[in-house]
């Protein structure tokens, strides 16, 4: 039933929430899982005397540097899962988490989406805005959340 299971993962301890649920389901239904992990893109804006503020090489730096390290976090949880006996792909993308976790499920054909949410409301959520929301919303496909434990 679930032949490939999609887990975003973002560095916290709530993100890793997911892998237990994700990596049982997987067992129980012989499917391999995809963790993606999404590096946001942050601008740097340099302003030189007498220039406008510009991009500059340093955000290409950065963000080679943060891949670098989601990279190696991943690594590390797959050493960490290692005996989990489940087939574990890693996924490292640049952009907007939402949209590029509904482009990997539809793009990879995948069955499931396990993602942990912070169970925002009110005011927070209007700032924060929600990823889960927008995965929910976009990815028209099977979805299990995992809440915050209160």
């Not at 302003?47 to 955000?59: E, I, N």
């Not at 890693?90 to 396990?114: F, H, K, N, W, Y």
Request: proline share 7%; charged share 20%.
């Amino acid at each position: 039933m679930f032949h490939k299971i999609l887990v975003p993962l973002d560095g916290s301890a709530l993100a890793e929430r997911a892998l237990e649920p994700a990596i049982r389901l997987a067992k129980q239904f012989g499917g391999e899982m995809i963790w993606l992990r999404v590096v946001v893109p942050e601008p740097v804006l340099v302003a030189l005397p007498g220039l406008s503020p510009r991009p500059y090489d340093v955000y290409d730096a950065e963000l080679r540097h943060d891949q670098d390290e989601a990279k190696a976090y991943l690594s590390g949880l797959k050493l960490q899962w290692h005996g989990a006996g489940v087939i574990t792909h890693t996924e490292v993308l640049s952009g907007t988490p939402a949209e590029m976790i509904v482009d990997v499920a539809q793009g990879r054909a995948v069955d499931l989406v396990v993602m942990s949410t912070h169970g925002r409301s009110g005011v927070s959520r209007l700032l924060y805005g929600s990823v889960a929301e927008a995965v929910l919303r976009g990815a028209h496909l099977p979805i299990l959340l995992i809440p915050l434990d209160r």
